[in-house]
Every structure is written in C-alpha cells, then in structure tokens.
C-alpha cells in the first residue's frame, strides 16, 4: 500500500493515459456532482416548508365565525355568528388535557399617538397565550401576564416597527401611548418571524380592549395550541370536534362551512410531511439513480482499461510478477482516480449549492444544503464501487497466461 515504487507507476501510468483517466474520474466527479445538488436542493425544499409553519405554533388550531348561508333550527341564513367569552372559556374547557396554550382575541384597528407621531395599528385584546401561539421573541420588556387581565390595566406590549415608526430614540418600555383617546403604558415590545405586517400589531389585555369598547364581550378568534403528545390524527379529530361543538353552541347547521371556520395546523402539516416524504422519496431515487449510473460508468470504463492493459500484465507475469501484485497495482490505480474524482465532485456540488444560496427562495427552495454525512455514505458508495470495478476485471486478467496475453490485439 505505502510502497513508493508503486504510487511512482500509478501516477506515471495516469500522466500518461490523460484522457482516459479524465474519462473515468469525469464518471465519477459527474455523479457525486449531481447527488450533492439534488439532494441540497431536496433540503431547500423541506427547510422552505418548515420555516412557512415555524412562524405561529405549529400545534395551532384557530377558530373564526362569520356568516350562515343554511337556515338551521327556525334561525335564517346570512346569520351573523359572534364568539364571546363564554364561548371561548367553553372551548378551552372542553377536552382541557388536549389543551395546550391558548388565547382568545378582540381585534380592531385604533388611531395610536406618540408626541407629534401618529398612526392606525391593528389592536389585539388577548391574554398572555398569544406570544407562545404567535411565536414572538421578546426584545425588551415583558409580555402580558395573568395579572394585567385581572385588573384590567392599561399596558400594552408593542412590535418592532411600531417602535421603529412611534417611539424613534431610546427604550419604549416605561413610555405612554394614546390609544384611541385612552392613555396606555408601554410594557415590552416584541418581533416576529411573520414579517413587517406582525410586527406592526399591539397586543393589550382582551379585558381592557372589551371594556374600551363600552364593556363588549366579543371575542374576534380564538386561538388553541393542541397538547403536542396528540398524533397528527388525533389533533385533527380533536379540531373537527371542536368545530361540531361551537356549531351546536351557536345553532349553525352541521354542514354549514362558513358560519364555523376552524383551521387546523395539524391537516395541513400532515399532507405537507406527505407531499414532503414523497418529494423525499423521488429526490432520494434520482439521487441513487445518479450513483447507480456513475458505478456502472466506472466499471465499464475499468473493463476497457484493464483490456487495453492485458499485454502490459502478460509482460509483467512473463518477468515474474505475480496476480496478487498486478491486481493490487490496478486496484489501487482505481481508487485514487475514484478518490481524487470525488473530492472534485463534492467540492463543486457544496460550491454549486453555495452559490444558489437562497436565490430560488420565490421557488420554494431555501437554503439548500447536503449534511456531510450523506455527503460521506455517497462518497464511500462511489469509492468502494471503483475498488470492486477495478478488482473484478484485474482478477480475471492476472489469470490469463503470458503467452495469450501478449498475443492479445
């Protein structure tokens, strides 16, 4: 293996057959290329999915009401249906194990002043539920707490860009916003993975948001992360359930899809996963494919240099050389070509995905990427094909007796 002598022929021989080394090595850098960017762009794919439903929590399950279209029980249709608070502590209350976090939210959009700054945000009544279902990371400050909604204060936790537009220099927290004519004390401010849209709401106790609004107890959503040990199938049926008990409650027909509007993270990452397994499946076939290809190419490229080579070994056998040394020789020749090969390919496959980076973000296909230990098993893959390819052919000749050897054309 460390014999000098041997490495010097291995190398004197590749310098000397340039194009049929670059044949064989082409095979290989080819299919180890091609495996690295499918595979990294299947990765974009997924990441590109994952981070759609990384933005709320992905346990969420959200109810709305709007308006009947079928009569039901004596009652018309185009019916407005409106949740309360009885309705959301009826809902939360239900089934309480399979029951997560969970808030319920006023919404209305409010003139809102800061000294000579002013402007209309959207204004959230909620509880302290929403910053785990809206996924948002506090900057500074705190959130709602449990207290705020009992006695009904006037706190409000605000977005980065209604920091940004608002309150310019130095820390919101501490500082008084008019809310609608009704002062409210900055308590914390927030981002959030949903972009500029999220981060231009302010969310204050759904108590003193209902009482602002001459002691309504409307609830405009209400928002419930599922117990995460639920299955996928499990969590819908709890949402489908859901939804036939708030229809019961509200006497909107069974069949009426509009007066009930429930939507589920749990249906949708469940066909997701499947379209992603899928996706997986045929990215991994065409990856094997690929391999598969570049294996048989290096084998048929392995049988013709071994022919080309038969006087070559007849000559060496006829001056003593044995089968074992002469199949060692060509073996190790076609592991360092399939070694070099692959480094190649795998460098321009990870240069090849860097440079796509996100560029194809509005394909759905985000930092795309190949872990290293894929990377790795295909490379091993390719290595030990090209030492059976160069084995098995270098074996049959080291058998064949000088004489018809070197009468070979």
């Known amino acids: 293996m460390f014999d000098l002598d041997r490495w010097q022929e291995i190398f004197s021989s590749i310098r000397s057959n340039v194009l049929r080394t670059v ?9 180890l290329f091609i495996f690295v960017v499918l595979f990294g762009i299947g990765r974009g794919l997924q990441n ?5 439903f990384a933005r709320d929590a992905q346990n969420l399950i959200t109810i709305l009401t709007g308006k009947t279209t079928i009569a039901y029980k004596g009652l018309q249709s185009d019916r407005t249906v409106t949740m309360d608070n009885d309705d959301y502590n009826f809902l939360i209350n239900t ?32 509880e302290p539920g929403e910053q785990v279902i809206e996924n948002r990371k506090m900057i500074d400050g705190r959130y709602l707490s449990p207290m705020d909604l009992e006695r009904k204060l006037n706190v409000a ?18 500082k008084d916003l008019n809310i609608n004519g009704t002062m409210f004390k900055v308590v914390g401010v927030f981002s959030d993975d949903g972009g500029d849209w999220d981060e231009r709401h302010i969310t204050v106790p759904i108590t003193t948001l209902q009482q602002m609004k001459k002691g309504s107890d409307t609830v405009s959503t209400t928002f419930i992360a599922y117990n995460e040990k639920l299955t996928p199938q499990e969590a819908i049926k709890y949402g489908d359930e859901l939804k036939d008990r708030l229809k019961a409650r509200k006497n909107v027909a069974p069949d009426d899809e509009n007066g009930v509007r429930v939507w589920n993270n749990a249906r949708n990452m469940n066909e997701t996963f499947q379209f992603m397994a899928v996706l997986t499946l045929i990215v991994g076939f065409i990856g094997l494919g690929t391999l598969l290809a570049g294996i048989i190419g290096i084998s048929n490229i392995m049988v013709y240099i071994v022919k080309e080579r038969t006087k070559e070994i007849g000559v060496r056998k006829a001056i003593g050389a044995k089968p074992r040394s002469i199949v ?5 020749e076609s592991v360092v070509i399939t070694v070099i090969s692959g480094i190649i390919g795998v460098a321009v496959g990870v240069l090849a995905l ?14 795309p990427s190949v872990g290293w230990g894929t990377i790795f098993m295909a490379f091993i893959a390719l290595v030990c094909s090209g030492l059976i390819a160069g084995f098995v052919p270098a074996y049959r000749a080291s058998r064949i007796k000088p004489i018809e050897a070197l009468r070979t054309e």
């Not at 590109?48 to 759609?52: L, N, S, V, W």
């Not at 060692?328 to 190790?332: E, G, M, W």
């Open 328 to 332: 060692a020789l060509i073996v190790q």
């Open 23 to 31: 044949l064989s090595g082409f095979t290989v850098a080819l299919g």
């Open 157 to 174: 936790v605000i977005g980065r860009m209604v920091q940004r537009d608002l309150i310019k220099n130095g820390s919101p927290v501490g």
């Open 354 to 367: 860097s440079l796509i980076g996100d560029s194809l973000e509005e394909y759905f296909i985000k930092n």
């Open 48 to 52: 590109a999915f994952t981070e759609g």
């Open 95 to 126: 089934d309480k194990e399979k029951v997560g976090d969970a808030s319920p939210r006023y919404t209305t959009n409010l003139m809102v002043k800061y000294g000579k700054e002013s402007g209309t945000y959207q204004i959230n009544g909620a």
